[in-house]
């Protein structure tokens, strides 16, 4: 068997279509979706990212404002500045880019942001709305892999998925997801005594450790879909994920590669975010 690749290329296109077309009807009715992203200090592999999320917006007919300021702004007048976004009515979602300066906490930036308009679903509030089964903005990257696992065609309800991480930005939201979905599921992590045993019998599982070749082969049952939220590099410098893919994609059933599956499934499921924080926004 040999898996059927899970192209978030595609997938992203046709969902990135589909914000377009509702931003455009939102702009008819007098409202355009705006998303404010902050920058604070020099992260270059935040600039690329970045620089990738306001491209998306102005791609897609959302409107995008880019704030940068020096490393040495304080915690306080971030704060202010976050204050004054969330009482910007043409402003309906706000994004503070990670990773901040040592002298802010990010803890206290993501609790000043207003959760109706949370895009990355970080905040304390945004998670008490997903672990409770609300509606309202969920973190990007698991809402992206829920996307991805639905685009097989494979109904979730009923069967096992297997988280292996246990992260506030992956781990822990992916698996309340996969819950909300009827799925039964089992979080694994770095204190899991023999992480194979849980995976081979795994219908679905998604890999979100940050570490290359977590998942062989050999710890996959067969036909299962695997989903690889890995960034890593190999010995030679290319870009993997936490997944053998080689081999593992000779026994699963569905299988995301890296790059090109999840990784433009996350700027695309932020685009979701903000129009769904505009239209529902009064």
């Known amino acids: 068997m040999t898996a059927q ?3 978030g290329v595609a997938l992203s296109r046709q969902i990135r279509s589909e914000v377009g077309a509702r931003a455009a009807a ?6 355009t979706p705006g998303l404010a992203v902050i ?20 791609e897609h007919g959302l409107h995008s404002v880019l704030e940068k300021y020096d490393a040495a ?34 803890q206290k930036v993501i609790a000043a942001i207003d959760t109706r308009k949370d895009v990355d679903g970080f905040s304390v509030l945004s998670a008490g709305e997903l672990m409770s089964g609300l509606p309202g903005l969920r973190p990007c990257t698991p809402y992206g ?12 309800k009923g ?42 019998q795994a219908d679905i599982v998604v890999a979100a450790v940050g570490r290359r070749n977590t998942l062989t082969a050999g710890m996959v049952k067969p036909g299962a879909i695997v989903i690889d939220v890995g960034m890593n590099r190999n010995d030679a410098g290319k870009l993997c994920g936490d997944v053998d893919f080689g081999a593992v994609r000779e ?8 790059p090109g599956g999840v990784g433009p499934m996350t700027i695309t499921m932020l685009l979701v975010n903000t129009l769904q924080a505009a239209e529902s926004q009064p």
Do not use: F
Not at 94 to 103: C, D, G
Not at 170 to 175: E, F, H, S
């Open 159 to 200: 069967k096992h998925a297997v988280v292996i991480g246990r992260s506030n930005t992956v781990g822990k939201p992916m698996a309340l997801l996969l819950l909300q979905a009827h799925a039964t599921v089992t979080v694994c992590h770095s204190a899991t005594p023999d992480l194979a045993v849980h995976t081979r």
């Open 73 to 106: 702004l304080s915690e306080p007048e971030l704060l202010a500045r976050v204050a004054a976004l969330n009482a910007d009515p043409a402003i309906h979602g706000i994004l503070v880019q990670m990773p901040l300066p040592r002298h802010i906490d990010p």
């Open 5 to 7: 690749l899970i192209d």
């Open 251 to 258: 026994v699963a059933g569905w299988i995301t590669p890296v």
């Open 145 to 156: 892999c829920m996307k991805l696992i639905e685009s097989t065609g494979q109904a979730i």
């Open 26 to 31: 939102l702009a008819g009715r007098g409202r």
């Open 39 to 58: 920058v604070v200090g020099d992260d270059p592999a935040s600039a690329v990212y970045v620089r990738n999320k306001v491209k998306a917006c102005h």
